[in-house]
């Protein structure tokens, strides 16, 4: 909502004074415009959705079973580590092994933030926001 309304009103007026229709100024002129915010946005709502490691436990089951269906559990990394760190013993393999999942999904999620980022300030630059 905070992209949308953040389009200049000037551009949706400009686009409707020059015989647009509101639906073609919707999809032309609105949308791109709004596009790097949108993105943005869906890239948080992302993030939170993975990074919130409990309510993904309990969304998928909490069953750490290595299959192709989409309808079986599933344990994420996050939720792995949490469920998995208090019964590891210290400087063991699984101790261990926790840590390099740890270290992996920084990686990931680095690699994923810096990807959005990429996109977004192209989407910025090709659509020209101004703000």
Do not use: C, H
């Amino acid at each position: 909502e905070d992209a949308l309304s953040n389009v200049p009103y000037s551009m949706s007026v400009a686009s409707l004074a020059l015989g647009a229709s509101r639906w073609q100024t919707v999809w032309r002129v609105i949308l791109p415009s709004a596009s790097p915010g949108i993105f943005a946005a869906i890239m948080i709502g992302f993030g939170r959705a993975v990074g919130e490691t409990m309510i993904v436990l309990m969304a998928t089951g909490n069953t750490p079973i290595m299959d192709w269906s989409p309808f079986n559990g599933m344990r994420t990394l996050s939720a792995n580590i949490a469920v998995e760190i208090p019964e590891a013993p210290l400087n063991g393999t699984l101790y261990r092994v926790l840590f390099l999942s740890a270290v992996l999904l920084f990686t990931l999620t680095f690699i994923v933030n810096t990807a959005a980022e990429l996109i977004r300030q192209s989407l910025r630059k090709k659509y020209g926001q101004y703000q």
